[in-house]
């Protein structure tokens, strides 16, 4: 099984003091982003749960934190915590909500919708049987809700990589004709933008092809 995981571009969206409810809050998200650099998660974390509360009358602040802090929660389980990614995916799953009411945020629910899938696909690496089975199946549907919106949003940087993550969660499904298929669209995009993942998509591009059709060996005829 190939170990490769390429997380989503993201933005982080630098909150401004003037634009919280509680003044405490900025006060809160930069204590606990400096923490975070340091390693120390143990301290950050409650840091970022006080200011996501204190922004409880600033709900698009308030949403756009727990993208942020949901990207953080990823990281640290695909380093360390893996018992994180549930949490991860509740701040995920809260912001899909906000926009699925009508408001509006820097990232796309595509983008948002495409950070949830890489949660499953992280956590399916350190998985095994049927719960891995589930863990894949409920990322590629994700993978492939966001798509649409990625190209209609000319996301394409963000398009190619959730291309090379379907390709990949295909792979450890088994399904090796339909990883190559999604490697393709990662390489074309590569290619038609300059991405710098272009060499190493067309790497794995080249080792799914190989495990596709492996190429002859060669025999000797006793004579």
């Not at 490769?4 to 003037?18: E, H």
């Not at 974390?45 to 200011?51: G, I, V």
């Not at 640290?76 to 949490?87: C, M, T």
């Not at 933008?193 to 002859?216: I, K, V």
Request: negative net charge; charged residues 20%; proline residues 4%.
């Amino acid at each position: 099984m190939s170990n490769l995981l390429k997380p989503l571009i993201f933005c982080a969206v630098m909150l401004a003091p003037t634009a919280f409810a509680a003044e405490s809050a900025p006060d809160l998200v930069a204590e606990a982003e400096s923490l975070a650099m340091e390693g120390d998660y143990d301290a950050a974390l409650p840091l970022y749960e006080q200011a996501i509360a204190a922004l409880s009358d600033e709900p698009r602040e308030q949403n756009n934190l727990r993208y942020r802090y949901g990207i953080v929660l990823s990281a640290l389980g695909g380093e360390l915590r893996p018992d994180l990614y549930p949490l991860a995916r509740a701040q995920f799953e809260s912001v899909l909500d906000f926009l699925d009411s009508g408001e509006t945020l820097t990232h796309s629910p595509a983008r948002v919708r495409s950070a949830l899938a890489h949660t499953y696909h992280q956590q399916a690496a350190t998985a095994e049987g049927g719960k891995q089975a589930d863990l894949l199946r409920n990322a590629y549907f994700l993978y492939r809700g966001a798509l649409s919106d990625l190209a209609s949003r000319k996301e394409w940087h963000n398009l190619a990589i959730t291309y090379f993550n379907l390709g990949q969660v295909c792979e450890w499904q088994g399904n090796l004709v339909e990883a190559v298929d999604w490697l393709e669209k990662a390489v074309d995009l590569d290619a038609e933008h300059g991405f710098a993942d272009l060499e190493e998509d067309r790497a794995y591009l080249l080792a799914l092809r190989e495990q596709l059709n492996p190429p002859a060996r060669a025999t000797t005829t006793a004579l």
